[in-house]
C-alpha cells in the first residue's frame, strides 16, 4: 500500500523560506515521478513542481519557477520542496503526489494524471 507523508507546513512571513518534505513507503518508486501540488481555499489544486525519480528531471509553474526547488533523496524515499521568497499568494494545503513517469513533460502539470496522494500540510504566508 502506498503512502505518501508530507510535513514542513506552518506560519511564516512573506519573504522567507520553507522546506517540505514528502515521506513515501509501500513501493518501488523507480520509474516513478514525484509531484507538489496546492490548494488555496476556494480554488482548485494546482500544480507547482515534479521530479523523476530515476533521472531527477524537474519541472516547474511559471509562478513558482525560480522561487521553489523540488529534490530527491533516492536512499531516503523523500521527495522535497523549498520554497523560497514566500509570498502570501503561495498560501496553500500542499500537497504530494506519485506518477508513473512519462516522456511529456505537460503530463505533470495534470491532478488526474497522479496515482497516489498524500494528505496534504498547511503552508500560511503572511504580509
Known amino acids: 500500500q502506498v503512502q505518501l507523508v508530507e510535513s514542513g507546513g506552518g506560519l511564516v512571513q512573506a519573504g522567507t523560506s520553507l522546506r517540505l518534505s514528502c515521506a513515501a513507503s509501500?513501493?518501488?518508486?523507480?520509474?516513478?515521478?514525484m509531484g507538489w501540488f496546492r490548494q488555496a481555499p476556494g480554488k482548485e489544486r494546482e500544480f507547482a513542481a515534479a521530479i523523476t525519480w530515476t533521472t531527477g528531471s524537474t519541472y516547474y509553474a511559471d509562478n513558482v519557477k525560480g522561487r521553489f526547488t523540488i529534490s530527491r533523496d533516492n536512499a531516503k524515499n523523500t521527495v522535497f520542496l523549498q520554497m523560497n521568497s514566500l509570498k502570501p499568494e503561495d498560501t496553500a494545503v500542499y500537497y504530494c503526489?506519485?506518477?508513473?513517469?512519462?516522456?511529456?513533460?505537460?503530463?505533470?502539470?495534470?491532478?488526474?494524471?497522479?496515482?497516489?496522494w498524500g494528505q496534504g500540510t498547511q503552508v500560511t504566508v503572511s504580509s
Open positions: 503526489a506519485a506518477t508513473t513517469a512519462y516522456w511529456n513533460r505537460s503530463y505533470y502539470y495534470r491532478v488526474e494524471n497522479y496515482h497516489y
Open positions: 509501500g513501493r518501488t518508486f523507480s520509474g516513478y515521478a
